[in-house]
């Protein structure tokens, strides 16, 4: 059973739209929810994460919206740039798990100019 | 300069060899880690180590095998080597007990292909 959720699969927006990600996971005890950038040829690197004590986190043009009774979050990024284009990855983990964090399939995000 | 060192960069092989895939961390961490990514899973969680011990593993082969030979060191060592194993395979780490132990950092990746 796949943990994390991603849809859409692969997303294209045009410069200066929002582009929203979307996540979802089943266990119910994962309380940390880090989202991974991912540029061709090279490995993920850590965007911006959430705790599930928060509904919300911002950094710049990057916000995460996190519900926790629909076990749901999302990737908000504003004002997109050519740049932004990149795979994405929700990911999730609980405490005391060996701190082994479940990927989703990742989404491929297009910013057109 | 890369923190996390894999080589080679890509990788050749023939169906039934071995091979061993490098990775060296320069973050002074204590956790490594590898995963694979392929088009069939994204990102695939293999093995994690803590002070070179091994904490988990997900994967059901023993054709894959980590070395850890010294604290920031974490090989991968695949032997009879299939098709099926033509994946990119990251080496990340982490630092167990601090506020941001959960946060991994990771290579540009190991790309084998197997003929």
């Known amino acids: 059973q796949q943990q994390v959720r991603q849809s859409p699969q692969s997303l294209t927006v045009w410069e200066g739209e929002t582009a929203i990600l979307n996540c979802s996971y089943e266990d119910s005890t994962f309380n940390y929810f880090p989202w991974y950038q991912q540029f061709p040829g090279e490995g993920p690197a850590l965007l911006i994460s959430?705790?599930?004590?928060?509904d919300k986190k911002e950094d710049g043009r990057f916000t995460i919206f996190f519900n926790k009774r629909e076990k749901k979050l999302s990737l908000h990024i504003t004002d997109s740039q050519p740049g932004d284009s990149a795979t994405y990855f929700c990911a999730a983990s609980a405490r005391n798990s060996n701190n082994r964090i479940f990927f989703g399939d990742g989404t491929q995000l297009v910013v057109k100019p | 300069d890369p923190k996390i060192i894999q080589k080679p960069k890509y990788l050749v092989a023939v169906t039934g060899s071995e091979k061993i895939l490098i990775c060296e961390q320069y973050l002074g961490h204590n956790a490594m880690y590898w995963y694979r990514q392929s088009a069939k899973k994204p990102l695939e969680f293999m093995f994690s180590?803590?002070?070179?011990?091994?904490?988990d593993n997900q994967t059901a082969s023993s054709r894959f095998q980590p070395q850890s030979s010294k604290k920031n060191h974490l090989d991968l060592q695949i032997t009879a080597l299939k098709p099926d194993d033509s994946a990119t395979y990251f080496c990340a780490s982490s630092q167990e007990g601090t506020a941001s132990a959960e946060t991994l950092y990771f290579g540009s990746g190991t790309r084998l292909t197997v003929l």
């Open positions: 180590y803590s002070y070179q011990k091994l904490m």
């Open positions: 959430i705790r599930s004590v928060s």
